[in-house]
């Protein structure tokens, strides 16, 4: 299990990041799913592929993108309105392959 900011945010198996999101996880502006540039760096060197588990109003769906392609494509960005500066790269689920 990988925390950051006190909160579980995944965990690494068979090399592979796993996340789970929410519908609030989705990022409008890109049309995609963010990683803290913290767990970036946890997970570099560690995996290989970055699956996204979207949980929203048609039910559950499983996205994936190589970690190469996720940080080639990913968008940095930064809500500096909650107080915390909590720096992501998000990527764009167009990238990304998806299994329904």
């Not at 299990?1 to 789970?20: A, F, P």
């Not at 996880?25 to 588990?53: A, E, N, P, T, Y």
């Not at 960005?77 to 990304?96: A, F, T």
Request: aromatic share 12%; with cysteine.
């Amino acid at each position: 299990m990988l925390m950051h900011n006190g909160k579980s945010v995944g965990e690494v198996v068979d090399r592979q990041y796993i996340t789970i999101r929410q519908q609030q996880h989705f990022f409008k502006i890109f049309q995609g799913f963010g990683i803290s540039v913290d767990v970036i760096r946890k997970i570099r060197g560690m995996v290989d592929d970055v699956v996204f588990l979207y949980h929203g109003k048609k039910g559950v769906k499983k996205y994936v993108i190589s970690f190469g392609d996720f940080m080639v494509n990913a968008k940095h960005y930064v809500d500096g309105s909650s107080g915390k500066d909590d720096p992501q790269l998000v990527c764009p689920i167009g990238v990304m392959s998806c299994d329904d």
